[in-house]
């Protein structure tokens, strides 16, 4: 069966970290033209209608908010969980762009900043904001999002049943996260995890910097995909469970 998305290339400039969604040293942006892509590829194996959406890894949230602002007429719910205060705080302040106010909030903060600080390039960033509201807007309106603590390697069930999992795995700090695997590949022990707690018609699409999303034993990937030095492998909950 070909499983079908769009493939026209649109400005995402506005979306990119640090112009109208917050960054942070220590939390890097995803790129989102893969975002689009990848959220796409999953939904086409997902029945017609809102879908729920969760990033277990979300960081500073950058991935999810802008899953959110490109494909509001797609989601229903979103749903981001991390282990790090430091980056579930600047996620709050990146889903909040999820709504009208909120981006409104956000324009009004850089316009305010490019006068007292004189920067007239906070004008075009606030311009972004603006922009995006109006996207928002005609997508349909705010998003209805949670942003918590979750640990993705013993996660809790989510509030909602999930559709699309859609994460990019921390490299170099796994063991931040305190049920990791000792030894040998964390991402087919993450996968059985969450897989625990999904329905089975749940699609997940993990991206890590590797050459291949390393999978657990015996399941086949939906798809893979290379972006730059990103993989993405793309599985059903019902394949890792069996």
Known sequence: MAYRYA????DHSDLAGGNVLRSAPGHPGFPVRLTDELLQRAAARLPAGPLALWDPCCGSGHLAATAGLLHRDRLGWLLATDTDPAALSLAERNLALLTVEGLAERERELRTGAAELDKPALLERAGGA??????LRGLGGDLGHTVRAGDVFAPAEPERPVDLVLTDVPYGG????ANAPAAGEPVPALLRA???VLPDHAVLAVTARTRKVALPEGVRALERVRAGNRAAALVRAGDVRR
């Open 194 to 196: 969450l897989c625990a």
């Open 7 to 10: 493939t026209e290339r649109r």
């Open 174 to 177: 796994l063991t931040a996260f």
């Open 130 to 135: 603006a922009r995006l509201a109006e996207r």
